[in-house]
């Protein structure tokens, strides 16, 4: 794919998927400048030749793509808005990409406020988890003005194999919420699915080979079952942040008038684990809500 000209690429949030991100973006020889606040999170890439820099304000000076990968809505905003944000410190024509799923209310505030220091902002939230952001397979759901999002689908691109447009800004983030509601009650589903098999006698691979091509295949179920049948729980995607983004959908559901009670239940479920200690694993590790 070729090179934006003149294009350099600020990353602010180098964790659990936004290293890997960051790292296509290096690979496919943008000068990249980096910031997390944890500065080992990163280290990989500065050997890579990435560029470190101390602070989004930082960033904003040295970039004119600007790309955020961060955990919650607060941090978006500080990101963007704050004392040392890339909006508030930001210079004309530079594009700014939010990655983070955060609340579609945000989003726009974003765009407003980057349209008055003439600037291009984008809510693009993804999915597909670390492995995902490994492979560049993410899915990526993109709101904004459409010019802007032509502008950005290079870059885009680098990232994901399935990016659609959505709509005016806000709607990427919408989006997201539809797919986090989808995977909420997949994800019990999937659990239950695998504890029934192991109580039933079976062998839950097996039961994987002949039910995760039929009527009931999902990508949690192809992905995150050999997690939970492995006892592997490490974080694809934290329980923390999908309670964040289920809160989140459940904000939004209840300000349009709307039930959602297979969310409901899957926040309530992963709420109780997350107290039991386990809001730093996978969310696979709902597997281990059935050993309560």
Known sequence: MQLL????IGFIGTGVMGNSMAGHLL???????????????????????????????????????????????????????????????????TYVIDMTTSTPT???KIHEEARKKEMFALDAPVSGGDIGAREAKLSIMVGGDEACFKE???????????????????????TKMCNQIAIA???????????????????????????????????SLSNLAPRMINDNFEPGFYIKHFIKDMNIALQEAKDMGMETPGLALAQKMYTDLAET??????????YKYWEK
């Open 5 to 8: 000209e003149n294009t350099v």
């Open 27 to 93: 690979h496919a020889g943008y000068p990249l400048v980096i910031y997390s606040r944890t500065r080992t999170k990163a280290e990989d890439l500065i050997a890579k030749g990435a560029e470190w820099t101390n602070s989004p304000k930082e960033i904003a000076e040295k970039a004119n793509v600007i790309i955020t990968m961060v955990g919650y809505p607060a941090d978006v905003e500080e990101v963007y808005l704050g004392e040392n944000g890339v909006i508030t410190n930001g210079r004309k024509n």
């Open 106 to 108: 945000l989003a726009k």
């Open 152 to 174: 950005m689908l290079p870059i885009l691109g680098l990232l994901g194999t399935n990016i659609v447009y959505q709509g005016k800004p806000g709607s990427g983030q919408h």
């Open 185 to 219: 009650s997949n994800m019990i589903g999937v659990c239950e699915a695998i504890v029934y098999a192991e109580k039933a006698g079976l062998n839950a691979e097996t039961v994987l080979k002949s039910i995760s091509s039929g009527a009931a295949g999902s990508w």
């Open 277 to 286: 200690g386990e809001e730093n694993s996978g969310t696979q590790a709902l």
